[in-house]
Nanobody
Framework: QVQLVESGGGLVQYGGSLRLSCLAS????????MGWYRQAPGKERELVAT???????NYADPVKGRASISTDYSKKVLYLEMSSLKLEDTAVYYC???????????????WGRGTQVTVSS
């Protein structure tokens, strides 16, 4: 089946930077949209950034100017680069894919299991 696996999370210092990766595996033909979401303890999951197959990007206000979403579409890898990290960036970051077309079927939406990002003071 189609799976999304995040990596790159960990402990980073305030003001530092990180790069998260998400690998989409399976017999995937195309993906319409991919994105990153995050969820802090006691809070709802929120959008970080999305990117379409056409290359259009969208960023949530809290990360605008600090985040960059990109993809190696042929390898089905999604990236999120963030800089000037703040304490409020601490959360579990989830990879998301919408409109996945695979060989045998389509997947409306798939989520990864998440990777923890902790920003220390």
């Amino acid at each position: 089946q189609v799976q999304l696996v995040e990596s790159g999370g960990g402990l980073v210092q305030y003001g530092g930077s990180l790069r998260l990766s998400c690998l989409a595996s399976g017999n995937i033909l195309s993906i319409k949209t991919m994105g990153w979401y995050r969820q802090a303890p006691g809070k709802e999951r929120e959008l970080v950034a999305t990117i379409t197959s056409g290359g259009s990007t969208n960023y949530a206000d809290p990360v605008k100017g600090r985040a960059s979403i990109s993809t190696d579409y042929s390898k089905k890898v999604l990236y999120l680069e963030m800089s000037s990290l703040k304490l409020e960036d601490t959360a579990v970051y989830y990879c998301n894919a919408v409109g996945i077309e695979a060989v045998l079927r389509t997947y409306p939406e798939v989520w990864g299991r998440g990777t923890q990002v902790t920003v220390s003071s």
